[in-house]
């Protein structure tokens, strides 16, 4: 008569109700975007890797396009099996065999890894941009050893990732479950967190994960990014006495650092948006009993999306705040087209007499001209512009 049942403080009708509804679609929408954002990256890391591109930060934003790359290609067939062909609330011995469950054991742990590696790229980005605009150091030789020392940095912080992952990797375990039809499947062994039935290395391990891949990052990018606005705030003081001292010229010239500036402000905070909560999500459900069941697993699917949003906006960011990334973009991708086009043009044209290939020759030589002069305005431009990434 006196029993009474303990309903956790953490459930939410509402929360599991929406969860169950966006199950339904977030393959569907994870697939399109992973695709949109493994030809974005793949753009990226052509611009990006051009010779007039090649800058410490361009070579941080290359890798950090490779690994986002990675971590939509492991994410597609994830999506496909586990939400397209199956439903989210199925399990069967079909959905969860054993190569499946052991190609999601290897995916969880991938995935894991690439976004520490990138979210201490975004770091990365941050203390090497914060160095360069409080550095008097200028020229060639400069330039070609900050370029090693981010390759270096890239290196090591692949390497540390890896270590830091290993507890993660042998937290992981797959348990049988054997059904009545004969069939079996499995499922991951069950963590009971928040509980006093929680293996203490399963504990340890995810305080390390979340501590150094989530919230130590995103501190330090909070800290890095905070410097970095209040450099911006000090050039754009300045400018704006260079303008009103009508040094218009100087004015425009000083506007690309700024332009980078904010734009990798924009990307360390997008990085700092989804991973920050995350982390904080994974201490809640280290502590809080019946935390991980009915908050972490049911916003799952929405940190997800977030996630793979960021790694496929970057392409739109640095198109829209770096001139010298458009420019290349243009000239590898959209000049091949219209020249393209204008060459089988003239090719279709008749040329029955003197005349008409007199024009023609004009006309070819007054295009030799015209591109001279572009290339001549675009050497110019990148010889006196400081590299807007």
């Known amino acids: 008569m006196n029993d009474t049942v303990l309903l956790s403080p953490y459930k939410s009708e509402v929360l599991e109700s929406f969860s169950m509804w966006y199950g339904k679609v977030h393959g569907y929408i994870s697939i399109v975007i992973c695709a949109m954002g493994i030809i974005l990256n793949i753009i990226n890391i052509v611009v990006l890797t051009r010779k007039t591109m090649q800058t410490p930060i361009n070579s941080i934003l290359t ?6 790359i990675a971590t939509m290609i492991s994410y597609v067939p994830f999506a496909y099996h586990f939400y397209c062909q199956y439903s989210t609330l199925y399990i069967s011995s079909d ?6 469950m052991i190609f999601l054991l290897v995916y969880l742990n991938f995935s894991a890894t690439t ?9 990365t980005l941050a203390i090497f941009r914060h160095r360069h605009l409080n550095s008097p150091a200028k020229g060639s030789l400069t330039r070609m050893r900050r370029l090693i020392r981010a390759r270096v940095a890239v290196c090591v912080i692949v390497c540390i990732s890896v270590l830091i992952m290993i507890p993660n990797y042998l937290i992981h375990r797959l348990e049988k479950l054997n059904l009545s039809d004969n069939s079996s499947l499995y499922v991951f062994e069950d963590w009971n967190l928040g509980s006093r039935q929680t293996n203490h290395f399963i504990t340890l391990a995810l305080i390390m994960y979340s501590v150094l891949a989530k919230l130590l990052p995103s501190l330090l990018i909070i800290i890095y990014g905070g410097l970095l606005l209040q450099t911006l705030r000090k050039s754009m003081k300045v400018k704006r006495r260079l303008f009103e001292g009508r040094a218009s010229l100087s004015y425009q010239r000083n506007r690309g650092p700024a332009r980078t500036t904010v734009m990798l402000l924009t990307v360390i905070v997008l990085f700092l948006v989804t991973e920050l909560p ?6 809640c459900s280290i502590f809080l009993d019946k935390f991980f069941e009915h908050i972490y697993i049911p916003l799952g699917d929405i940190m997800d999306i977030l ?3 960021n790694n496929a906006i970057n392409f739109v960011l640095y198109c829209t705040m770096s001139h010298q990334f458009r420019r290349t973009f243009i000239k590898l991708f959209c000049s091949f087209s219209l020249l393209d086009i204008l060459s089988s043009t003239n090719s279709q044209s008749p040329s029955k007499d003197n005349v008409s290939n007199n024009i023609s020759l004009s006309d070819k030589s007054f295009g030799q001209e ?9 050497k110019t431009h990148v010889t006196r512009e400081e590299s807007i990434l």
């Open 307 to 309: 996630a793979l949003i």
């Open 95 to 100: 959905k969860n065999s054993k190569p499946w």
């Open 370 to 378: 015209r591109n001279s002069c572009i290339t001549l305005y675009t």
């Open 63 to 68: 890798w950090l396009a490779v690994f986002d």
């Open 115 to 123: 976004h520490t590696i990138s979210i201490w790229l975004a770091v």
């Open 278 to 283: 995350q982390g904080v999500l994974i201490v």
